[in-house]
């Protein structure tokens, strides 16, 4: 699928747009979603132009997943998470709405997630999240 590098997250991988970042390094970035799902709702991007899962060059993919990994973790830790959802939507038809690769990590069950994508999020409490999130990182 073409990409688009006018999309949010492309915008923000350069920096025209403003994250609540918790990790960066060369190939990845993690930040913090602002319409959470539930609290510490974090998403984690390779920089690669990829629009699904199935753009995405295997390296990249496994690269990234490291990391999901990683922020899970960090999840867990820092947030005292008792459970994570790992979710990857490929595809408008699948409920996709930003068209640049990504995982969602959401500190919560599936039989209790909010609403996808609706609701702006408290952002000094989403600010809050982050650090700790970091700090355990
Ligand atoms: P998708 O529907 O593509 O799987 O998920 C896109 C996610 O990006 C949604 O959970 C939505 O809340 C989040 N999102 C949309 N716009 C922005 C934005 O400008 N900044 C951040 N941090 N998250 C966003």
Redesign the pocket.
Known sequence: MAYDDQN?FAR?LRGE?P?IKVYEDEQVLA?????PQADGHT?VIPKSPAVTLLDLAPEAAAYTIQVVQKIAKAIEKGLDAKGIVLMQ?SGASA????PHV?F?LIPSSVHELGK??LEMGDQEKIKAFAEKIKAAL
């Open positions: 949010i923000i747009l994250a930040f913090m979603d602002i319409m998403l939507l409920g996709q709405t930003v990504h969602h996808h994508a």
